[in-house]
């Protein structure tokens, strides 16, 4: 079956950095459109970044511009999110997605001094 399994968050001090991965299995990788999303506490669940297929890039959230790139690998089944100057809004748990309705159970990011 599909499985998606984020990994890589934690505690980070504000202008910090973080890198996430999402590692996909139960399917075939490389055909997949994968997302990052977000959800803060009380907040709705956010899209994050998209990269297609072929690992055309694009970051959705404004916020997140110029500070997060997102990436893959397909030949390791994995995609990534690097995301520098960290800010306390960034406090969230982060999800991955895959063809638009496999999520995994995401990573919990918190930035904080």
């Known amino acids: 079956q599909v499985q998606l399994v984020e990994s890589g968050g934690g505690l980070v001090q504000p202008g910090g950095s973080l890198k996430l991965s999402c590692v996909g299995s139960?399917?075939?990788?490389?055909?997949?459109?994968m997302h990052w999303f977000r959800q803060a506490p009380g907040k709705e669940r956010e899209l994050v970044a998209t990269i297609s297929s072929t690992g055309d890039p694009s970051i959705n959230l404004p916020s997140a511009e110029g500070r997060f790139t997102i990436s893959r690998d397909n030949a390791k089944n994995t995609m990534y999110l690097q995301m520098n100057d960290l800010k306390p809004e960034d406090t969230a748990v982060y999800f991955c997605?895959?063809?638009?309705?496999?999520w995994g159970p995401g990573t919990q990011v918190t930035v904080s001094s």
């Open positions: 139960g399917f075939t990788f490389s055909h997949a459109r």
């Open positions: 997605r895959a063809f638009g309705q496999y």
